[in-house]
Nanobody, 114 residues
Framework: QVQLVESGGGLVQPGGSLRLSCAAS????????MGWYRQAPGNQRELVAG???????NYADSVKGRFTISRDSAKNTVYLQMNSLKPEDTAAYFC????????WGQGTQVTVSS
């Protein structure tokens, strides 16, 4: 049974930081492209950051220089370090594992507000 479990969301003030984690089980983690997506109310789900099995990364223009994605194959976990958060970063954040099949986590809410 495949599970992706996100954690680390919450309420933070503008300019603050959060670190999201996604623990994967039931997949050969090292063989999957891992991505963080977000979806705000009324908006489509968008790719925020992705990391290949080899460690290559890509980011949405809106988060470049502020967010960092990383993965730890020993822990089957992917992280999203989010710095200099803005109100427009407010969304539900979802972890995705993409290989032969695509799997999603349940999401974690990030709210940036004073």
């Amino acid at each position: 049974q495949v599970q992706l479990v996100e954690s680390g969301g919450g309420l933070v003030q503008p300019g603050g930081s959060l670190r999201l984690s996604c623990a994967a089980s039931g997949i050969r983690f090292s063989m999957y492209f891992m991505g963080w997506y977000r979806q705000a109310p009324g908006n489509q789900r968008e790719l925020v950051a992705g990391i290949t099995s080899g460690g290559s990364t890509n980011y949405a223009d809106s988060v470049k220089g502020r967010f960092t994605i990383s993965r730890d194959s020993a822990k089957n976990t992917v992280y999203l370090q989010m710095n200099s958060l803005k109100p427009e970063d407010t969304a539900a954040y979802f972890c995705n594992a993409k290989g032969f099949q695509s799997y999603w986590g349940q999401g974690t809410q990030v709210t940036v507000s004073s």
